[in-house]
């Protein structure tokens, strides 16, 4: 008889409780800065946001940079973000128009 050997193990466990209200209260969805970066080869001229500053429901189109102090979210061409009531970034990407100035390297 071979031994069981577990490779990977995850668990959940919940308890009963209140749950605390959390919420994000940002103050404001100007940049702080702007930055070249690069999409698909092409340098652009991209906004830089504090993301401890953008309010929840603020929706901002790329290109953006989201700057935090564990994280960095870069944003491409053709995508929006909005954040919600936690604070997260949502990141959804938008409709393709024919003409438009997407390049090849986001497809």
Do not use: K, N
């Not at 690069?38 to 504090?50: A, H, N, Q």
């Not at 870069?74 to 604070?87: A, K």
């Amino acid at each position: 008889e071979e031994p069981i050997e577990l490779v990977t193990l995850r668990l959940t466990a919940t308890l009963p409780g209140e749950t605390p209200e959390i919420s994000h209260e940002g103050q404001s969805s100007e940049p702080v800065e702007q930055r070249d970066a690069s999409f698909g080869g092409t340098f652009r001229e991209t906004p830089v946001y504090e993301r401890a500053s953008v309010p929840a429901g603020a929706a901002i189109d790329g290109p953006a940079i989201f700057e935090g102090g564990e994280s960095t979210v870069v944003v491409p061409p053709s995508w929006r973000t909005t954040v919600d009531g936690w604070g997260t970034i949502e990141l959804r990407r938008q409709e393709q128009t024919r003409g438009s100035d997407d390049t090849e390297g986001e497809r």
